[in-house]
């Protein structure tokens, strides 16, 4: 089992940005890929951007590329997403996933989720 909890989210302006946090516990974590999604009301749930377990390497969706940036720390078991230039079209409930030893740009196939943190971007 993997836990994942969420941080970060908040209230903000667009134009601003904020900084989102995913702590993960049990299992050993640098055997995850990680992933970012997100979902507002009424909508189906997306891929935003993923981040590889082996060598780093990131995706992103196209509405998140050139704002947003995935990383992550193995020492600390944290994935992160820093969202800039936020726009009041992400707003959502924003959680990560992990997925062992494969990166997924959907959420079918991912092992583990977290209970989401809200974003909302006011205009």
């Known amino acids: 089992q993997v836990q994942l909890v969420e941080s970060g989210g908040g209230w903000v302006q667009a134009g601003e940005s904020l900084r989102l946090s995913c702590v993960a516990s049990?299992?050993?974590?640098?055997?995850?890929?990680m992933g970012w999604f997100r979902q507002a009301p009424g909508k189906e749930r997306e891929f935003v951007a993923a981040?590889?377990?082996?060598?780093?390497?990131?995706y992103y969706a196209a509405s998140a590329k050139g704002r947003f940036t995935i990383s992550r720390d193995n020492a600390k078991n944290t994935v992160y997403l820093q969202m800039n230039s936020l726009k009041p079209e992400d707003t959502a409930v924003y959680y990560c996933?992990?997925?062992?030893?494969?990166?997924?740009?959907?959420?079918?196939?991912?092992?583990?989720w977290g209970q989401g943190t809200q974003v909302t971007v006011s205009s």
């Open positions: 049990g299992r050993t974590f640098s055997d995850y890929a």
């Open positions: 996933a992990a997925a062992r030893r494969r990166v997924l740009l959907a959420a079918p196939g991912y092992d583990y």
């Open positions: 981040i590889s377990w082996s060598n780093g390497g990131t």
